[in-house]
């Protein structure tokens, strides 16, 4: 081969190794939407036998945060729980929860933008979605969420779910620490540090998004202002959001992380 056809060829070449790179990348992913069926199936006989469900929030997030926050933060803490605990898969973030009173407009719902679901719709579309990850061939699922609403719900769901399928051999477990345990965690370093009443889109919140918005798409600087419970019907806001750091934000995603991980490994030990 001539030396004008071998550099003909380099594109090609190029392309086809990009292509590999991309394929492995893919097949490797703790995510199941950047799967294919097959190689999901493959990752389950291959040990990834915990399926993850980690739910969102569309809900407004003051004046300096996008409504997003809790969707970006559940997907970003699921991968790395999977990750972490090397045997699991991780279900698209379920990105609705229970906000308010839409006709009422309660809570997150006196804010545009926000999205809410009753609890009945928040329980059925959980159960479906849990269902789901039972009967894919997982031998445990887990379910958790991000938003402090609803939290009771998916303690429902995973009883139910694994009332249903625990005689066939899979087991549905609800992860509360992950929201709970890590919450108290940030919260006594914030008192412990001079950071009081962080309720809503304050230090703790501000700080986790911080810590994954590379791109600086999430977070409005300018906007930065501290609120209380007096003012948050207006401001969306009920703690101190100047405070916040991506430093914090590596350390409280950190216990959402570590706090999952112990539990998951706690409740499926054996299995």
């Keep these: 081969m001539n030396k004008n056809n071998v550099l003909r060829l380099i594109p090609f070449i190029a392309s086809a190794l990009l292509f590999s790179q991309n394929l492995r990348a893919q097949s490797t992913s703790p995510y199941i939407e950047d799967l294919t069926w097959p190689e999901v199936q493959h ?37 790395a729980i999977a990750i972490k605990l090397g045997n699991a898969l991780v279900y698209p973030t379920l990105p609705f929860s229970i906000t308010g009173d839409a006709e ?17 719709s928040y329980h059925a579309v959980l159960y479906d979605v849990g269902l789901s990850a039972a009967v894919a061939g997982f031998h445990n699922v887990v379910l958790m969420g991000d938003h402090g ?23 549905v477990f609800f992860i509360p620490d992950v929201y709970t345990k890590a919450k108290q965690e940030s919260h006594a370093y914030e008192a412990a540090h001079g950071i009081k009443d962080d309720v809503h889109a304050g230090t703790d919140d501000t700080s986790e998004l911080m810590a994954i918005d590379a ?8 906007k930065l202002a501290a609120s209380d419970a007096a003012h948050m019907a207006t401001t969306g806001v009920n703690g101190d959001p100047t405070k916040a750091t991506p430093a914090l934000g590596l350390m409280f995603i950190g216990y959402k992380i570590d706090d999952g991980v112990a539990e998951i490994r706690a409740l499926t030990r054996g299995r």
């Design 43 to 79: 990752a389950i006989q291959s040990g990834k036998t915990t399926a993850i469900i980690y739910t969102g929030s569309t809900e407004q997030n003051g004046p300096h945060m996008a409504i997003g926050k809790h969707n970006f933060l559940a997907r970003y803490i699921a991968g």
């Design 104 to 120: 009422k407009k309660t809570g997150h719902m006196r804010f545009p933008g926000s999205v809410t679901l009753t609890p009945a």
């Design 149 to 171: 609403d609803g939290q009771n719900v998916i303690g429902d769901v995973a009883r139910e779910l694994d009332a249903k399928f625990s005689a066939k051999g899979v087991r």
């Design 215 to 222: 791109q600086h798409r999430w977070i409005r600087s300018d």
